[in-house]
């Protein structure tokens, strides 16, 4: 079998399911190492996910699967994986991976609907105080308590009532 | 609030009252709502869950609805009290089964409930017993704006309503009916049925939702669809078709009366009789016997009995109000055999004589 990448024999295999479909990567030893799926023998998993991932979803999506929230800390393929977003703000970080979700979910990708008639927090708001709020239990798990106590004052004097 | 109190009615979804009651059996609608400043809930830590459940906790105190709500903590109710609640759809079978701060708000008649911290930090509930999604709406739709006066929601003017799953987005609203539906299924009509309501987005579920099979004849019809459509656009959707199968079912009834009477006679008698002599019983064997009861009371098969009779013996015979109403936990078995006394019972005050 030849490497999928330089035609040179294939020794290094790799066999993976992603929404069940079965992928498939055959490479020589020098193109896995140049696509830093091997280092110094050993398998680098993550970069194999994402190599993976990349050629199952296509290049766009390979951009995507590198997406972290930066409000929530959760990776778009978590997302993917789990089916659940991790804050408000993950539709504005992940919108072109949503997009066309959306619209496949719902052949509709725009609000027609109830408004709430009060206060609205603009996007960069709802961001900003998750992200705040991600930091100050990172503080509190990292027991720098004045550092928490200092956020706890910010987020309280944001305004935020929840 | 007194959960054992619950036991002794049938829950407003079961009052067997309202528009087409023969069919209809209840409406329900629910909203899907997040505080805009948290994470999602499946993504919050404990101590945010907390916090956040402290906060909704507050607030929803306030609300100026009368009579006032009562909340529950989850995690302080026992594992019976928890599926008492699911038996009786208060909430849902996630809430009761998740981890962490959570809990539930009631109203007294059972007809308004809010979850929080289920997989959105609320979620609304309205039932109404019978065909009424127009006055489930209107009652929401008005919790909705009061709770919006004193939460900030994760809202954006292009997806409207942000929720944790994709699939809820929008209106996050979820409208159901609940149908019982014994001759359309009897006569094997139900798939057709099924089939066109897929074909327009609508999604067909048993009596607990996803997953959870059709037993008792009863089906739930829903949207599907969040995104792209107004709440009163969705709700014309589902009523665009019940009527129709309300018609087909009625019709399906009738003709099984004409062609085969005897026929049909003889499966109501048969289940009424099981139900007022056997000794043992399961819950799913109860919910197909009395299904045909209930049929026979609506088409005067059977005179002696009402229908909110059999509705409460719907509910009451489920597996967590059997046991608190006996006021001890029972194994499978001892279950079974005391739902079967339980019926004889019940039935034989309601002055049962089957023929």
């Known amino acids: ?92 970080v992940f919108r072109s991976g949503l997009a066309p979700l959306l619209q496949r979910i719902h052949r509709a990708n725009h609000h027609v609907g109830k408004f709430p008639q009060h206060s609205v927090l ?41 | ?71 529950l903590s989850i995690p302080t109710l026992s594992s019976l009290d928890r599926q008492l609640l699911v038996e009786r759809q208060l909430i849902s079978r996630e809430l009761a089964a998740a981890e962490g701060p959570r809990g539930v708000a009631l109203g007294p008649q059972e007809t308004v409930s809010i979850m929080v911290n289920e997989e959105d930090h609320l979620r609304l509930q309205v039932m109404r017993s019978g065909y009424s999604l127009d006055e489930a709406w209107q009652e929401i739709d008005r919790v909705d704006d009061l709770l919006e006066q004193r939460v900030t929601y994760a809202f954006s003017e292009e997806f409207g309503y942000l929720t944790a799953c994709p699939t809820n987005v929008g209106t996050g609203m979820r409208a159901s009916v609940m149908l019982h539906l014994p001759a359309l299924e009897y006569t094997k009509q139900i798939e057709k049925v099924f089939r066109a309501l897929q074909k327009i987005n609508l999604a067909v579920r048993g009596l607990y939702g996803e997953g959870s099979r059709a037993s008792g004849h009863f089906f739930q019809i829903s949207n599907q669809v969040t995104l792209g459509k107004s709440e009163t656009g969705i709700l ?89 109403l006996k006021g001890t936990t029972l194994d499978g078995e001892e279950r079974n055999a005391v739902r079967a006394s339980y019926l004889r019972q019940r039935l034989r005050e309601a002055g049962a004589h089957p023929n």
């Open chain 2, 236 to 324: 014309n959707e589902i009523k665009s078709v019940i009527p129709q199968i309300i018609t087909y079912e009625r019709q399906a009834r009738q003709s099984w009366k004409r062609d085969n009477r005897q026929g049909l006679q003889d499966k109501i008698a048969r289940a009424y009789g099981t139900l007022c002599s056997a000794t043992m019983m399961t819950s799913e064997e109860t919910m197909e016997l009395l299904s045909f009861v209930r049929l026979g009371i609506n088409l005067h098969l059977i005179e002696d009995l009402t229908i909110p009779t059999v509705n409460e013996l719907f509910i009451h015979t489920q597996p967590a109000h059997l046991q608190k």
């Open chain 1, 122 to 162: 603009a996007p960069e708001q709802q961001a900003e105080l998750v992200e705040l709020r991600h930091r100050l239990q990172s503080a509190i798990d990292r027991e720098a308590y004045e550092e928490a106590a200092r956020l706890r004052d910010l987020l309280r004097r944001k305004g935020c009532h929840g």
């Open chain 2, 1 to 71: 609030m007194n959960l054992d109190s619950l036991t002794h009615t049938s829950g407003e979804w079961l009052r067997g009252s309202g528009p087409e009651s023969d069919i209809v059996i209840s409406s329900r609608i629910r909203l899907a709502r997040n505080l805009a400043a948290f994470p999602f809930t499946n993504r919050a830590s404990t101590g945010q869950k907390a916090e956040i459940e402290a906060l909704l906790r507050e607030r929803i105190a306030k609300l100026e609805l009368e009579p006032k709500l009562s909340y």
């Open chain 1, 1 to 92: 079998m030849k490497c999928q990448f330089c035609s040179n024999p294939a020794t290094v295999h790799l066999t993976d399911i992603v929404d069940s479909h079965k992928k498939e990567l055959h490479l020589c030893q020098s193109c896995a190492e140049q696509h830093q799926l091997v280092t110094k023998q050993e398998l680098n998993l993550p970069a194999i996910l994402q190599n993976l991932i990349g050629q199952h979803l296509g290049p766009q999506t390979d951009e995507l699967a590198r997406l972290t929230c930066p409000a929530c800390g959760i990776k778009y393929m978590e997302f993917r994986a789990q089916g659940r977003l991790g804050c408000p703000h993950d539709y504005v």
